[in-house]
């Protein structure tokens, strides 16, 4: 894996992630030991808990996409969590010990190992940096002159011929049951005894 800054710019900042990550751990625990503190209090020390914590994971990914040069540290950062389960009701908010359990801790487990692993990344060179990859497009089909059924069935994704097979029976099935209303039989009627005559 490349890093685009140089590996003790890099350190640096990754220090600077985790010691904020760990404040932000040490002031949510302090404000669990809070006692004799009303509900609506509490309520108020996790929403502003809460806010910290998106601020610190979104500031922490935006660093780690400074740092590296493909987006997977990042989303993995994002993606960090407790693998241990909890069985929660549909209303469950979670508080600060969850965050603090399964998401801060996780997280600064995995900026621990990528600063202890920082020497074994690999710096771009300026040239890499600045021209970087070209942009990969997928390839276009090229059209038929004349376009068939059988070319639509080897080119168009299954996924579109449900939709449309879909989109087919759902018309009829609203023609059926709009002919059954009694104004509109009645027009019926009347266009067919019309065009009868």
């Known amino acids: 894996m490349k890093i685009r800054v140089a590996k003790s710019q890099a350190k640096r900042i990754l220090d600077a992630r985790i010691a904020k990550g760990k404040q932000l751990r040490e002031e949510?625990?302090?404000s669990l030991q809070a006692t004799n503190v009303s509900q609506d209090l509490r309520t108020r020390?996790?929403?502003f808990f809460e806010t910290q914590y998106r601020h610190w994971c979104d500031t922490t990914e935006q660093r780690l996409s400074e740092?590296?040069?493909s987006g997977d540290c990042p989303r993995e950062f994002s993606h960090k969590h407790s693998s241990e389960r909890e069985y929660v009701s549909p209303d469950w908010v979670p508080g600060i010990h969850y965050y603090i359990e399964h998401q801060i801790t996780p997280q600064l487990d995995y900026l621990n190992i990528l600063r202890q692993n920082i020497d074994e990344f690999e710096e771009c060179t300026h040239d890499e940096m600045s021209i970087g990859p070209?942009?990969?497009s997928a390839p276009e089909p090229e059209l038929p002159a004349r376009v068939t059924l059988s070319w639509l069935?080897?080119?168009v994704p299954v996924s579109f011929?449900?939709?449309f097979v879909g989109l087919l029976i759902i018309s009829f099935?609203?023609?059926v049951v709009v002919g059954q209303v009694p104004g509109v039989e009645s027009v019926i009627q009347t266009l067919i005894s019309l065009t009868s005559r």
């Open 28 to 30: 949510g625990a302090q």
């Open 45 to 47: 020390y996790r929403d």
């Open 67 to 69: 740092i590296f040069v």
């Open 134 to 136: 070209p942009p990969a």
């Open 153 to 155: 069935w080897r080119h």
């Open 161 to 163: 011929w449900l939709w």
């Open 173 to 175: 099935v609203i023609g």
